[in-house]
Structures are given as structure tokens and as C-alpha cells.
């Protein structure tokens, strides 16, 4: 059977060791409009890059090369679980300190969602072959994730996308900016996009420092390209129309309590 970790020979690491913070969590929970965020704070960005070698592997595709040049004092690299091929399932933190990521340099943002928020958007992008069983396991490897962030002393803050509907985005904004103490200016352009270009436009100056492994659909980033700001957004739908176990609801919960806490603010 073959491989799809991501081994040595898949990244190059050179000079200084950035700051790493790891956007992480199920698919399809704000983590690119939350990684838009950090875009237009003129910070390098990469989008899922362990996960782009892992598909890459499985489908016997050209692997790309994650690529880390220490220019940078600190970088954004998102990753998400999900939503139904092994590739898709994996340990980014435990990926990278494989691969010689200092510890210390790490941090990680859960993201989580509202569950049936989540998963009708599942529904929405891939129909039939998104089922709640997938759905539960990537909350879960979320889950497992943090344990080994607890277990490793790497340092992690618990995000629930749901903080921007009951508080101004950019209040939450600069919060987690002093979180993770970026001295940046916080201004309303992290978080209005209308003057912005629009994310993943490719061959802009602008975005030199947005790094993609593998090239979207897209309508899996049309949401943060067309809204023209990071705020909530609510889709309708019929609630009775799926199930989705306890436990899934367990999960969401201990997040959003430990935001709640980790914030000072309501979600």
C-alpha cells in the first residue's frame, strides 16, 4: 500500500524557523475567511499545504513542495479535515514537528462551527458523499488534535466562527491579534474587503505572500471572495432535514466554552 504521509523529501525548510499559527479545523467552518484575515494583513499565508501533498500522493498527482524560506518572521498556514477521502483525515501538528517544526514556534486556531451549519454546507458542496459520519470524524481528529497540542505543550486558542455573529468582527480581530501578539495595526481593511483584491486572484503583487499547493473550485472560496468583508453569515435551510449524533454537539460546545473564556466575549 502507498504512502501518503508527508515526508522530509516533500518540504524545504531554510534559515530561521517563522512563527508558525495553524489555522485548523473541519472543512467548510470560516477557516479561509479567517485565514483571509491574516491575507490582508500582508502576513504569508499558505493554504493547506500538508493536505495538498496528501491528495496530491493519493491520487498519484504531481506532490507539490511546502515551502518555508525564513524570511518571514512569522507565516499562516491553514489546514482543514475533510470531508471524506483518507487524504483528507490526518494530524497537521503532529505532521509538522515530524518534519522538524520547532515546538515553540507553533500555534494553532481551532476553528469550529455550528454543526448543522456545517454540515448543510458539506451538502451544499459535495451532495451524497458528504455523510455525518465524516463529519463526527473530523470533529473528532479536531478534537484529538488538540489533545496532542495539550500532551506536547504547543500553545493553541479555541475559535468558534460564531464569535463574529455576537460581536463586531473586528473587535474579535483584534482580540485574537493580541492573542498571538501581531503587532499590527488593526484597521478596518482586515476585515472590509471591498478595496481588497479578491482572494485567490491569481498573478497579483498584491497577494505574493497568499500561497496556494493546489488550485481550488471556485465554489469552495466563492463566499470569502464575494462577501467583501469577514462577517457571519447565516443560510437557511430545513433543520429536520438530517440528523447529526450527540457527540458531534459534545465537541462544538467545549470549544465554544473554552472561546467563550479565552475571549472574554459571548458566542
Not at 477521502?85 to 520547532?102: H, M, Q, T, W
Not at 501581531?182 to 505572500?209: P, Q, R, Y
Amino acid at each position: 500500500m502507498k504512502s501518503i504521509d508527508v515526508t522530509k523529501d516533500n518540504v524545504a525548510f531554510s534559515g530561521n524557523f517563522p512563527h508558525l499559527i495553524l489555522i485548523c479545523g473541519p472543512c467548510r467552518t470560516g477557516t479561509t475567511a479567517l485565514s483571509n484575515v491574516f491575507v490582508n494583513a500582508n502576513i504569508e499565508s499558505h493554504m493547506q499545504p500538508i493536505k495538498s501533498i496528501r491528495r496530491a500522493k493519493e491520487s498519484d498527482k504531481v506532490v507539490p513542495l511546502f515551502k518555508v524560506d525564513g524570511k518571514a518572521n512569522l507565516i499562516v498556514v491553514k489546514e482543514t479535515i475533510g470531508e471524506s477521502k483518507k487524504s483528507e483525515f490526518y494530524n497537521p501538528v503532529k505532521d509538522l514537528v515530524a518534519l522538524g517544526y520547532p515546538i515553540a514556534k507553533i500555534t494553532v486556531i481551532f476553528v469550529v462551527r455550528e454543526p448543522m451549519d456545517t454540515f448543510y454546507s458539506w451538502k451544499r458542496m459535495w451532495g451524497s458523499s458528504a455523510t455525518s459520519s465524516n463529519l463526527l470524524k473530523s470533529f473528532q481528529m479536531v478534537a484529538d488534535i488538540k489533545r496532542y497540542c495539550i500532551m506536547k505543550d504547543i500553545s493553541y486558542i479555541p475559535y468558534t466562527h460564531e464569535i463574529i455573529k455576537t460581536n463586531q468582527p473586528i473587535k474579535v480581530v483584534s482580540k485574537l491579534f493580541d492573542l498571538l501578539q501581531i503587532n499590527v495595526a488593526i484597521s478596518g481593511s482586515l476585515v472590509d474587503w471591498t478595496k481588497s483584491i479578491k482572494f485567490g486572484d491569481k498573478n497579483s503583487a498584491e497577494c505574493a505572500h497568499l500561497i496556494f499547493y493546489d488550485r481550488p473550485p471556485l465554489k469552495f472560496i466563492e463566499g470569502v471572495r464575494d462577501w467583501g468583508s469577514y462577517k457571519y453569515k447565516k443560510t437557511k435551510y430545513d433543520e429536520n432535514s438530517f440528523y447529526l449524533p450527540d457527540s458531534i454537539f459534545d465537541i462544538y460546545n467545549s470549544f465554544k466554552m473554552e472561546c467563550e473564556q479565552k475571549f472574554s466575549l459571548d458566542v
